[in-house]
């Protein structure tokens, strides 16, 4: 197999389905090797022309309470009171810097979602 720099979607497409075909190929073989080579050209080219955005800070709490089963009320030391986490939730307030602070330290919450800017 020729492996070549993915500069089309049907370059992108073949070498999608190359990974396939070659997905489990033992580490430090040719195929294994291949794979490599194939993984981060893929990994490159849609870093270019398939960004992924971090998701809305809003959303990114909301996802976390989801996931931990967290109510509002568990929100309040890391955002304020009662009110204080109402208006963040429903986008009246933005999130201060020791809130995001508080978020990522105990919810683990990525900091990249939370600095980006709300919908």
């Given amino acids: 197999m020729e492996i070549r720099p993915i500069k089309t979607e049907a370059d992108y497409k073949n070498a999608l ?18 794979l490599d080579i194939l993984l981060t050209l893929v990994e490159a080219y849609e870093n ?14 909301k996802f976390r ?14 955002i304020g009171n ?9 986008r009246q307030r933005a999130l201060s810097l020791n809130m995001i602070r508080r978020l990522h330290t105990h919810l683990h919450i990525p900091l990249e979602s939370l600095i980006g800017p709300s919908e």
């Fill in 17 to 34: 389905a190359n990974i396939e075909r070659l997905w489990g190929a033992e580490v430090n073989t040719p195929a294994g090797d291949t």
């Fill in 48 to 61: 270019r022309h398939h960004p992924i955005d971090p998701p809305d800070p809003i959303e990114a709490i």
């Fill in 65 to 78: 309470m989801e996931q931990m089963g967290l109510s509002r009320k568990d929100l309040e030391p890391y």
């Fill in 82 to 90: 009662r009110g204080r986490v109402s208006e963040v939730l429903n």
